[in-house]
Each structure stands twice: as structure tokens, then as C-alpha cells.
């Protein structure tokens, strides 16, 4: 009995020393090849096709040097953490490129060679308010071409496959393409004017950060508003707020168009950042207007100016009255229900923050096919601008939804014609009777239709790449970090890349603007809402009634009667309104009350899924295994 129990006891502690064996084992190969499980559902650390289709174009060895400070004092936690995720990451692209990707890991400790590669490679040291100095950021380099990520900061994670697979991108072309941005608004900053500055009146403005995130991948070039001609090296046209453009510069982006150039149209008819009194655009006064009206025409597209959308099922809360949250629905904060997924612009994205959006009505002329990539729910209507500025309570409390979808972007493709068939416009400004006649030019040969099928993307607002709508700019250890909020940015960039770059970094991109906005709360407080505007108008009108009834009960007094006293019947009827105004907010507070529960109550059950659901599941999968192995066990 006693050596049986010594050989139970020998067999225990062998089988534990074999698992502990075995599990160390485990761990050591798996971390000699790093895979990943990725439990996510989008996938969020597995390299996107993006990615892998961008690596296949290799053609050659692209060495890709990772700077990193090692050691314990000199990195903080959060960094060296951040640093080793970066690591894992360019191991996956390693594992997939092959020998196509070389990784350098160097530790640029002072003094040292690794220091001045990265000083030549334009990876700047951080200094740490210890006085220490560190490095975490990385070149790329191909065939002489070179990026340089200087500070990968942990706040861009969300970006970094993004980052990363647009370097490599950016090594394997030879020359960028050229990019043309057409504005009425300072889009490239302003320049310093001490005079001005003096005077309180001017402050030097930075370009908006998405002309710094094009310029990272092409060449941009400002477009003059008043030319014409379109050079036709620009591989792109983005026309921002055509504000009062001439006919003749209409014609210019006509031919260009006609010509087999690409356009990208942002119109606008209520825009909150035209001309403002200072940066903040909230704070400005009567909204500008923008259409490219003879070319819509041409088109058959239509643009109301002055009308926004609001739609009660993308509400934004902002700040209100005495700083409480209030419901916008002017500030449309779309989910992926307003975009369309069947596209590859749109399909990547998730949310998108635009305000005060106008919409695209009419059918597209002969020969185009419209398609439209993002929308409105059925449950919104149009509204004036400049009311919807003033006051977000006005346009819920007026609110009667339309009952359709309203285009907010649109892609015309097909083969164009020309909005000018009688050609170039005549100069609008007749010379003066003095002066000399100059001999009439050749007249330019004017195209009248497209020789080829082309595309033009159109967006019915400007504000939506404000940089207080899409980014957030952040100081990280004296670099300028940029941060999407919304994928306003990432769509924008979708768009001229895939007229003029790689489009397999859309799919890239769009996966660092990931948002997952409660719809089903969303619908129940839009529902709500709708139940509170009926009741407060059923209070409203019996108010209205009650005010008449006492208006015609005063022009009833006699002459001689006194006319601020109150009849009997009069302080019957004020009464009854006061006793059903009661019974109304009554019937408010109920509502409210009763959402609040249903609020809360699904809050709970969402909390008790993700707080108990994993370890119930464990627990269940341990115990159908102990059932399992004791039903074969008693079976022998």
C-alpha cells in the first residue's frame, strides 16, 4: 500500500515537471516565430490586404532601420511597452515580405554610431523631463529613395500599420504625383503680418493639417481661383469652396475635366468656416455659399444653397445652454448605415463627423451614372442654415422628417460634356475706348465631350476637413502629433489616392478611425425624442388655445366692466390649462423616466455580457470537459 502511494506521489510530480517542461517549451518556440491570435473583429493586429499587396510590389530590398533606446532607466514603461508592440508589428512584415524586407534594430545610446544614423536618417532624440534622451522612430529606405518616421507616439497606434505600409508606399515611387488644391479658404495657412498682428487683428495661421498629411504622399501645388487654364501635370483637382468662381475658371475645370483630368468637388451651402471673424468657426456670423453651378447643370446635379440636412437618427451632442449636452441633428455624426459599404472608398470607414451638410438632388445627364457613397437616414429633412447655426433646440422642436435618404457624396462616372458649347467665355470686362486693340487670338480648340469614360467625386461640404472637426493636434515631447477623431480625414485621402495613388492604403487607413457608437441607444433616445417634441407641441397648442380663448373673452367685457380683472370664466379656463400643462409634463417626466430605465437596463446587460460572459464560457467548456472525460472513463 505504502509503495503505491509512493509510486502515485513519483507519477504526480513527474507529470508536473513533464507539463511545466512542455508549456516552457511551447512558449519558447512560439515566441521564436511571434504569431499572433488576433480575437478582434476587425482584425485590427493582422496586416490588412492593404498592406500585403503594397509588400508584394517590392521589387528589390527594402531596409527598414528601427531606432529604440534600450534599458530600463532611460525608456519610460509606457514607451518600452509601445516599442516592443512596434517590434512585433514589423516582425509580421517581415514574415510576410521575406527577404524583400530587411529590419535593422539599433540602439542609439550616446555618442554612439547608431546616434549619428539616426541623426542622418532624421530621427530625432525626445528629451524626458529627466534630462534623459531617447529614441523610437524609424527610416525607410529603397533604392536611394527615403522616409523617415521621426517619434512613433503611442497615441498613433490606431495608425501605425497605416504609417508604416504608406513609408514603404512612399520609398517604391519614384516620383510623386502632383496635386492641385483650388480654395477660398486659407486651406495653406496664412502668413505671419507684424503690422496686423500689432493692430490685434491677424495671427499667422498653420496650413490644415490635411494639406501636411497629402503632402506626405504627393506633391501640392496651389491653384490660383481666378486662371484659365488646369495645367495638366495635376494628377488631381480638389476645388474647395468654389466661392464666386468665374465662368471663365468654370471652363477651365470643364476642359480639364473633358481632358481626362481627375476632379474632386467640395461645394458647400452653409459654410460655418467661410470667413470668419477668428479661428473658431462657431463663432462666426452669416455662412457663405459655394456651387460650381454651371458644371452641376451640366450634370444634372442640384445643390440647394442655404438648406442643410438634419436628421434626427445621427444627432451630435454639443455643448448647450449653461454648458448641459444637447442633441444636434445638424451636426450629422454618420455611422456605417449612411455609407456605402459595396464601395471600396466607403466600405473601409465607419464614421464620419460632418456639419451643417448639404445634400445632392437631380438626375445625372445622359451618359453619367451617379453613385452615391454617403447619406442621410429617411428620418431627416432640410432646414435654413443660418437658423440651424443659431439654434440646434429651434430645428428638434420644429423637426417633420421627409422620409428619404438625402446624398451627401456622390461619384459621377461616365463620359462628360461640356458646360460651355458655345466655348471659352468672353472676358466679363470690356477694354476701355482708349485702349489699343490687340489682334484676336487663334480661338482655342474647346472640347465638347470626353474622349474617354472618367470620374468625379462630389461633397455637398467644406467644414468637415477643418481640423476641429476630423483631428485632434497634440504636443508630444516637442512633435506636432496628429490624431483622426472622425475618418473625415481617412475619406479625403481615399479619395486622391484613388485617383492618383495607391489605393491599397484605403483599406489600410480606415481601419485607425474605428468607432462603435451605441445604435440601438441612439434610436431609442431619437424615438424618444420624437414623443417629447409631440407632447411639448400638444402643450404649445393648448396653450395657443387657452390665450385665444382668453383674448376672445376680454373683447367680450362690456365698456364699463374693468379690464384687468379676471371673469369667472376666465379663471375657469386658466384652470383647465394649468391642470392639463400639468398632466402633460407629467407625461414627459414618465417618458423620461422610462427611457432612463431602458437605458440603464441595457447598459447592465451589456456590462454583465462583457464582465461575466468570458469566464461563464470558460467555466461551461471546463465543466462539459470533466462530464466528457468522467462518461469515458466510467465507459472503461
Same mark, same amino acid.
Given at each position: 500500500?505504502?509503495?503505491?502511494?509512493?509510486?502515485?506521489?513519483?507519477?504526480?510530480?513527474?507529470?508536473?515537471?513533464?507539463?511545466?517542461?512542455?508549456?516552457?517549451?511551447?512558449?519558447?518556440?512560439?515566441?521564436?516565430?511571434?504569431?499572433?491570435?488576433?480575437?478582434?473583429?476587425?482584425?485590427?493586429?493582422?496586416?490588412?490586404?492593404?498592406?500585403?499587396?503594397?509588400?508584394?510590389?517590392?521589387?528589390?530590398?527594402?531596409?527598414?532601420?528601427?531606432?529604440?533606446?534600450?534599458?530600463?532607466?532611460?525608456?519610460?514603461?509606457?514607451?518600452?511597452?509601445?516599442?516592443?508592440?512596434?517590434?512585433?508589428?514589423? *516582425?509580421?512584415?517581415?514574415?510576410?515580405?521575406?527577404?524583400?524586407?530587411?529590419?535593422?534594430?539599433?540602439?542609439?545610446?550616446?555618442?554612439?554610431?547608431?546616434?549619428?544614423?539616426?541623426?542622418?536618417?532624421?530621427?530625432?532624440?525626445?528629451?524626458?523631463?529627466?534630462?534623459?534622451?531617447?529614441?523610437?522612430?524609424?527610416?525607410?529606405?529603397?533604392?536611394?529613395?527615403?522616409?523617415?518616421?521621426?517619434?512613433? *507616439?503611442?497615441?498613433?497606434?490606431?495608425?501605425?500599420?497605416?504609417?508604416?505600409?504608406?513609408?514603404?508606399?512612399?520609398?517604391?515611387?519614384?516620383? @510623386?504625383?502632383?496635386?492641385?488644391?483650388?480654395?477660398?479658404?486659407?486651406?495653406?495657412?496664412?502668413?505671419?503680418?507684424?503690422?496686423?498682428?500689432?493692430?490685434?487683428?491677424?495671427?499667422?495661421?498653420?496650413?490644415?493639417?490635411?494639406?501636411?498629411?497629402?503632402?506626405?504622399?504627393?506633391?501640392?501645388?496651389?491653384?490660383?481661383?481666378?486662371?484659365?487654364?488646369?495645367?495638366?501635370?495635376?494628377?488631381?483637382?480638389?476645388?474647395?469652396?468654389?466661392?464666386?468662381?468665374?465662368?471663365?475658371?468654370?471652363?477651365?475645370?470643364?476642359?480639364?475635366?473633358?481632358?481626362?483630368?481627375?476632379?474632386?468637388?467640395?461645394?458647400?451651402?452653409?459654410?460655418?468656416?467661410?470667413?470668419?471673424?477668428?479661428?473658431?468657426?462657431?463663432?462666426?456670423?452669416?455662412?457663405?455659399?459655394?456651387?460650381?453651378?454651371?458644371?452641376?447643370?451640366?450634370?444634372?446635379?442640384?445643390?440647394?444653397?442655404?438648406?442643410?440636412?438634419?436628421?434626427?437618427?445621427?444627432?451630435?451632442?454639443?455643448?448647450?445652454?449653461?454648458?448641459?449636452?444637447?442633441?444636434?441633428?445638424?451636426?450629422?455624426?454618420?455611422?456605417?448605415?449612411?455609407?456605402?459599404?459595396?464601395?471600396?472608398?466607403?466600405?473601409?470607414?465607419?464614421?464620419?463627423?460632418?456639419?451643417?451638410?448639404?445634400?445632392? *438632388?437631380?438626375?445625372?445627364?445622359?451618359?453619367?451614372?451617379?453613385?452615391?457613397?454617403?447619406?442621410?437616414?429617411?428620418?431627416?429633412?432640410?432646414?435654413?442654415?443660418?437658423?440651424?447655426?443659431?439654434?440646434?433646440?429651434?430645428?428638434?422642436?420644429?423637426?417633420?422628417?421627409?422620409?428619404?435618404?438625402?446624398?451627401?457624396?456622390?461619384?459621377?462616372?461616365?463620359?462628360?460634356?461640356?458646360?460651355?458649347?458655345?466655348?471659352?467665355?468672353?472676358?466679363?470686362?470690356?477694354?476701355?475706348?482708349?485702349?489699343?486693340?490687340?489682334?484676336?487670338?487663334?480661338?482655342?480648340?474647346?472640347?465638347?465631350?470626353?474622349?474617354?469614360?472618367?470620374?468625379?467625386?462630389?461633397?455637398?461640404?467644406?467644414?468637415?476637413?477643418?481640423?476641429?472637426?476630423?483631428?485632434?493636434?497634440?504636443?508630444?515631447?516637442?512633435?506636432?502629433?496628429?490624431?483622426?477623431? *472622425?475618418?473625415?480625414?481617412?475619406?479625403?485621402?481615399?479619395?486622391?489616392?484613388?485617383?492618383?495613388?495607391?489605393?491599397?492604403?484605403?483599406?489600410?487607413?480606415?481601419?485607425?478611425?474605428?468607432?462603435?457608437?451605441?445604435?440601438?441607444?441612439?434610436?431609442?433616445?431619437?424615438?424618444?425624442?420624437?414623443?417629447?417634441?409631440?407632447?411639448?407641441?400638444?402643450?404649445?397648442?393648448?396653450?395657443?388655445?387657452?390665450?385665444?380663448?382668453?383674448?376672445?373673452?376680454?373683447?367680450?367685457?362690456?365698456?364699463?366692466?374693468?379690464?384687468?380683472?379676471?371673469?369667472?370664466?376666465?379663471?375657469?379656463?386658466?384652470?383647465?390649462?394649468?391642470?392639463?400643462?400639468?398632466?402633460?409634463? @407629467?407625461?414627459?417626466?414618465?417618458?423620461?423616466?422610462?427611457?432612463?430605465?431602458?437605458?440603464?437596463?441595457?447598459?447592465?446587460?451589456?456590462?454583465?455580457?462583457?464582465?461575466?460572459?468570458?469566464?461563464?464560457?470558460?467555466?461551461?467548456?471546463?465543466?462539459?470537459?470533466?462530464?466528457?472525460?468522467?462518461?469515458?472513463?466510467?465507459?472503461?
Amino acid at each position: 500500500m505504502k509503495n503505491r502511494k509512493l509510486e502515485t506521489l513519483f507519477f504526480s510530480v513527474a507529470g508536473v515537471a513533464a507539463m511545466f517542461v512542455i508549456l516552457v517549451g511551447f512558449n519558447y518556440i512560439a515566441a521564436l516565430g511571434k504569431q499572433r491570435i488576433d480575437l478582434t473583429k476587425e482584425k485590427l493586429y493582422t496586416l490588412s490586404d492593404g498592406s500585403k499587396e503594397i509588400l508584394k510590389k517590392i521589387d528589390g530590398q527594402v531596409e527598414i532601420r528601427f531606432y529604440c533606446t534600450r534599458g530600463e532607466k532611460e525608456m519610460p514603461m509606457q514607451l518600452k511597452s509601445y516599442a516592443q508592440r512596434v517590434e512585433d508589428l514589423l *516582425s509580421e512584415y517581415q514574415q510576410y515580405a521575406g527577404k524583400k524586407l530587411l529590419i535593422k534594430k539599433l540602439d542609439p545610446q550616446p555618442d554612439s554610431d547608431a546616434e549619428d544614423s539616426a541623426n542622418l536618417d532624421g530621427v530625432d532624440g525626445q528629451m524626458l523631463q529627466s534630462g534623459d534622451q531617447i529614441y523610437l522612430g524609424l527610416a525607410i529606405e529603397f533604392v536611394g529613395q527615403k522616409v523617415a518616421l521621426p517619434f512613433l *507616439s503611442p497615441s498613433r497606434e490606431r495608425l501605425l500599420e497605416y504609417d508604416l505600409s504608406r513609408a514603404i508606399s512612399g520609398v517604391l515611387i519614384e516620383e @510623386k504625383p502632383v496635386i492641385g488644391v483650388m480654395s477660398s479658404l486659407p486651406v495653406f495657412g496664412t502668413p505671419f503680418n507684424p503690422m496686423m498682428a500689432q493692430m490685434g487683428r491677424q495671427q499667422q495661421q498653420e496650413p490644415w493639417v490635411f494639406i501636411s498629411e497629402l503632402k506626405q504622399d504627393f506633391n501640392v501645388e496651389q491653384v490660383e481661383t481666378m486662371v484659365d487654364k488646369i495645367d495638366d501635370k495635376y494628377k488631381v483637382l480638389l476645388v474647395m469652396h468654389p466661392k464666386g468662381l468665374s465662368d471663365k475658371t468654370q471652363y477651365a475645370i470643364d476642359q480639364y475635366v473633358l481632358r481626362g483630368g481627375k476632379l474632386i468637388v467640395l461645394a458647400d451651402p452653409s459654410a460655418i468656416v467661410d470667413s470668419q471673424g477668428g479661428s473658431n468657426p462657431m463663432m462666426g456670423s452669416m455662412p457663405g455659399s459655394s456651387s460650381l453651378d454651371k458644371l452641376f447643370a451640366a450634370w444634372g446635379v442640384t445643390m440647394e444653397s442655404g438648406k442643410v440636412i438634419a436628421d434626427m437618427n445621427f444627432t451630435t451632442q454639443l455643448r448647450g445652454r449653461n454648458g448641459q449636452p444637447q442633441s444636434n441633428p445638424t451636426f450629422l455624426s454618420l455611422t456605417e448605415e449612411a455609407l456605402n459599404k459595396d464601395d471600396v472608398l466607403t466600405e473601409p470607414l465607419d464614421n464620419l463627423l460632418i456639419p451643417f451638410s448639404g445634400a445632392f *438632388s437631380g438626375t445625372p445627364a445622359a451618359g453619367l451614372k451617379e453613385t452615391v457613397l454617403v447619406k442621410s437616414s429617411s428620418n431627416s429633412q432640410m432646414v435654413e442654415g443660418f437658423i440651424a447655426q443659431m439654434s440646434g433646440e429651434s430645428i428638434v422642436k420644429d423637426f417633420k422628417s421627409g422620409g428619404k435618404e438625402l446624398p451627401v457624396v456622390i461619384r459621377l462616372t461616365g463620359k462628360f460634356k461640356t458646360a460651355f458649347p458655345d466655348g471659352k467665355p468672353k472676358d466679363e470686362t470690356p477694354a476701355a475706348p482708349d485702349e489699343e486693340k490687340k489682334p484676336e487670338a487663334k480661338p482655342e480648340e474647346s472640347l465638347k465631350e470626353s474622349k474617354t469614360e472618367n470620374a468625379v467625386l462630389l461633397v455637398a461640404d467644406v467644414d468637415w476637413l477643418f481640423d476641429q472637426f476630423c483631428v485632434q493636434v497634440q504636443n508630444f515631447f516637442g512633435q506636432r502629433i496628429v490624431t483622426p477623431v *472622425s475618418g473625415n480625414l481617412s475619406l479625403l485621402q481615399g479619395m486622391v489616392e484613388q485617383f492618383a495613388g495607391d489605393s491599397n492604403l484605403i483599406n489600410v487607413r480606415s481601419r485607425a478611425s474605428l468607432s462603435r457608437p451605441f445604435t440601438v441607444m441612439n434610436k431609442m433616445e431619437a424615438d424618444a425624442n420624437e414623443r417629447f417634441q409631440s407632447k411639448i407641441k400638444e402643450l404649445e397648442g393648448s396653450l395657443a388655445d387657452a390665450q385665444r380663448k382668453l383674448n376672445e373673452l376680454q373683447q367680450k367685457k362690456e365698456k364699463g366692466q374693468q379690464r384687468l380683472i379676471l371673469s369667472a370664466e376666465q379663471q375657469q379656463e386658466i384652470q383647465g390649462f394649468r391642470k392639463k400643462e400639468a398632466e402633460i409634463n @407629467k407625461q414627459l417626466k414618465e417618458e423620461r423616466k422610462k427611457l432612463r430605465r431602458d437605458i440603464d437596463a441595457l447598459e447592465f446587460k451589456l456590462k454583465l455580457a462583457n464582465i461575466a460572459g468570458m469566464p461563464l464560457v470558460v467555466a461551461l467548456f471546463g465543466i462539459s470537459l470533466f462530464l466528457i472525460k468522467r462518461k469515458l472513463t466510467a465507459a472503461r
